[in-house]
């Protein structure tokens, strides 16, 4: 195999680079430029020219490529006799009605003996002839004898008038007597000049979904050149497709069919023939209509993180639909409220301030004009606001204490509110229930401090209550009055000690109790409390007892009613007033106290408190138990003080009287330092006489060593200032007054013989108060 080039006559063409399309297209191997072809024998290259042949070891000649154009532009006229060279190892391209003119470089040589060349286009012979004898003519295919001719001198052969049939792989074979036989080969390929293009239909319509749409590009023949087709710049094969099994976009000879298209298949498809003369191209723009797709409706609110679950009551939402189509949908709305007169077209739907009536189904209809198809999307708007407060919890027993009713209500909201109890039993039935909720525990012993919580579940909250049953322990009543405001006392008897479920049930006198009606007697709402209204000491004193009684436990508590009195009481003088304490008894009905005093020197003819009369100087609440008394200078003491308990507009029965004279009392924090300096002086005085014994035992011991002499000692008598100055004599300490008294002082010389530095003796002198 060896190399080729060469050059043809052509007709007019429009030149670009492509690869070709037409008929058997077959290559040879190639080999580097300027390298023969290796085959038995004579060794050279096959050169094509132009007219005439010339041995070589490439190809010679003088044709030229002509000058390319886009495929485009208005045909170029080529002077005839261009073809395209072709390049190493590469096809010699030819016009149709060119010369097609195979040379054989080198030429065989002439000497004897001649040598015998054979041309053939693939296995059919076209010319057969011995070099150098022009004796013999040639031998010439009958079907292209018009056409061919062979030189004997060179063993070129020229195929004039060139037809696409023409193409082919061609081969000469230069037979040697003696020698081997030498081939040589070339491929040959004839194009029809390119022609203008276009693409029908023009710019087509189509719907997602249709049978198939058709595209030709017409004026493209076999022969031209590469037919191919894009999809916007993106070639397409014989395999294009987007998966769903065979190629939806494939070429049938000069057509592109596009089976079901799709609105991804809309684009700019452009059909291109291409040779090595030239190219040309035409474009059509497909467009797909599709939709409605079912619409899609998103909502916001200004209130709201999550819109699409719930709004607010109050709150400003906005709707806004979505419809993919080509073209574009027209949107309508269709609301959940009916009173709504006017609704507006368009993606975005506006609801201010909603309320309940904006809950339920919004539709958005999106309609194509094109396509004649309707679609409808939902969207459910719930609008909530939570019911007010918490669940409500309460505790019952059913009749004859065999079970526990456990109530949970939570009502009111948009929408209603879910309850359902948590820590029940497994085989009681928890809920949920709407609203409310009624559940029946089985009553024993274990349930007592068991809490049971009812969860109240609402889109827009979730709250809770519990209820703990307990058995009733300790049970105690207590008593409150109150007729501080007006003559009517009310009493009040509580029992504590007895949670829920346990019932309760009042005696007097060990009969039962049937308040209600138009009688004084009266329950509170869950029965622990009795109240007595305008208590009366004439009818409603005396013995009260409740029971307690549940389906848990049982218990019980009694109290005796009495008049008001006082137990006990206490008089204290504190810095020239009179403190009063006192106590009264479990029951005793009272509703205020009454400090009162008189003097014990009353003034004759004088009324009130100077006329000895008891008169009221404090006015306490039931629940006091002291008070503080500064009595008046005026009349002067001394006092009777006492305490008068009250109910309502009458008295009781007051304590005894104590009696209080007013003057300087010393305070307790002077009564205290009073006891601290006296102890301190007395620890004084027992350290001096410490120190003094131990002096005295120091010099016994010297006097039994050495014999000392004593100077003469003089006490001279000083007086001192006591810790109290002289002067205005201080107030008498119940009725007792004190004076100042003069100390004595006298300094006590005691010499003792001390080592010194040096063994001098020293004098020790030592001097107290007493």
Request: charged share 15%; glycine share 12%; hydrophobic share 35%.
């Amino acid at each position: 195999n060896h190399p080729v080039s060469g050059a043809s006559g052509a007709s007019s063409a429009a030149l670009d680079a492509a690869p070709s399309l037409g008929r058997g297209q077959s290559s040879s191997p190639s080999a580097a430029p300027g390298q023969s072809a290796s085959s038995p024998g004579l060794r050279g290259n096959l050169t094509v020219l132009s007219g005439k042949a010339s041995l070589t070891t490439g190809w010679s000649g003088h044709a030229s490529s002509p000058p390319v154009r886009d495929g485009t532009a208005g045909p170029l006229q080529v002077p005839s006799g261009w073809s395209i060279p072709r390049g190493a190892g590469g096809p010699l391209s030819v016009l149709v009605g060119a010369p097609i003119s195979l040379h054989l470089a080198p030429a065989p040589a002439l000497g004897p003996p001649s040598p015998l060349v054979v041309w053939r286009r693939g296995r059919t012979v076209l010319a057969a002839g011995t070099l150098g004898i022009e004796d013999s003519p040639p031998s010439l295919a009958p079907a292209y004898q018009a056409r061919l001719r062979f030189d004997q001198a060179t063993g070129a052969l020229e195929l004039r008038q060139a037809e696409l049939e023409d193409s082919g792989h061609y081969t000469a074979e230069v037979i040697h007597a003696g020698r081997e036989r030498e081939l040589r080969e070339v491929t040959v390929r004839v194009y029809e000049p390119l022609p203008q293009l276009a693409v029908i239909p023009a710019d087509p319509v189509t719907e997602e979904g249709a049978t198939a749409l058709r595209l030709r590009c017409v004026g493209a023949r076999p022969g031209q050149g590469q037919l191919s087709w894009s999809q916007d710049g993106r070639p397409l094969g014989a395999e294009s497709g987007d998966g769903d099994g065979s190629a939806r976009l494939r070429p049938d000879g000069i057509d592109l069919v596009i089976a079901r298209p799709k609105r991804t298949d809309q684009a700019n498809y452009t059909c291109r023939v291409q040779s090595p003369f030239g190219a040309r191209q035409a474009t059509t723009a497909v467009t797909v209509l599709y939709g409605p797709d079912p619409p899609v409706i998103t909502i916001s609110s200004d209130q709201d993180e999550s819109p699409a679950h719930y709004v607010s009551v109050g709150s400003n939402v906005t709707l806004r639909c979505n419809a993919a189509s080509r073209p574009p949908a027209e949107l309508s709305w269709s609301l959940a409220d009916p009173r709504e007169a006017a609704v507006p077209a368009g993606p975005r739907l506006l609801l201010p301030g909603v309320g309940a009536a904006h809950t339920g189904a919004y539709a958005c209809l999106a309609a194509n004009p094109r396509t004649g198809l309707r679609r409808r999307g939902l969207l459910n708007l719930t609008v909530a606001a939570p019911p007010p407060g918490s669940p409500r919890c309460s505790l019952q027993g059913s009749p004859g204490d065999r079970s526990l009713l456990l109530r949970c209500t939570w009502p009111g909201g948009v929408p209603g509110a879910s309850v359902q109890w948590t820590g029940l039993p497994r085989d009681v039935p928890a809920g949920p229930a709407p609203s409310s909720l009624l559940v029946s525990v089985p009553a024993g012993p274990q349930l007592s401090g068991v809490t049971f919580t009812c969860l109240g579940r609402h889109l827009a909250a979730t709250r809770s209550c519990s209820v703990t049953p307990k058995a009733p322990q300790e049970v105690l009543l207590k008593l409150e009055t109150d007729g501080s405001r007006s003559s009517e006392a009310l009493v009040t008897l509580e029992a504590t000690g007895c949670p829920p479920p346990a019932r309760v049930s009042w005696a007097r006198e060990g009969r039962p109790l049937a308040p209600g009606g138009g009688s004084r007697l009266k329950l509170s709402p869950d029965g622990r409390r009795l109240l007595l209204g305008n208590f009366s000491l004439d009818h409603d004193v005396g013995n009260y007892s409740v029971l307690c009684s549940g389906a848990l436990r049982a218990g019980g508590d009694r109290i005796t009613l009495t008049g008001p009195s006082i137990s006990s009481w206490r008089l204290q003088p504190s810095d020239g007033a009179a403190v009063l304490t006192w106590d009264v008894e479990r029951g005793c009905v009272i509703s205020g106290f009454e400090v009162q005093a008189r003097t014990e020197r009353p003034e004759a003819g004088a009324i009130g408190l100077s006329g000895g009369a008891w008169t009221s100087l404090l006015l306490l609440g039931p629940r006091e138990r002291s008070a503080v008394v500064i009595l008046p200078s005026q009349p002067p003491g001394p006092w009777k003080l006492r305490v008068l308990p009250t109910l309502g507009g009458q008295p009781g029965t007051p304590s005894s009287s104590q009696s209080y004279r007013a003057g300087f009392i010393l305070s307790p924090g002077a009564i205290a330092g009073i006891v601290l300096g006296t102890l301190l002086g007395l620890s004084l005085l027992a350290a001096l006489l410490i120190l003094l014994g131990c002096c005295a035992c120091r010099l016994r011991g010297n006097y039994k060593k050495k014999p000392m002499i004593f100077p003469p000692a003089t006490c001279t008598p000083e007086k001192t200032q006591n810790v109290t100055p002289v002067g205005t004599p201080q107030p008498a300490l119940n009725g007792f007054a004190t004076e100042p008294s003069p100390t004595w002082a006298c300094p006590v010389v005691v010499p003792s013989q001390v080592s010194a530095a040096k063994g001098a003796p020293r004098t020790v002198r030592a001097a107290t108060q007493v």
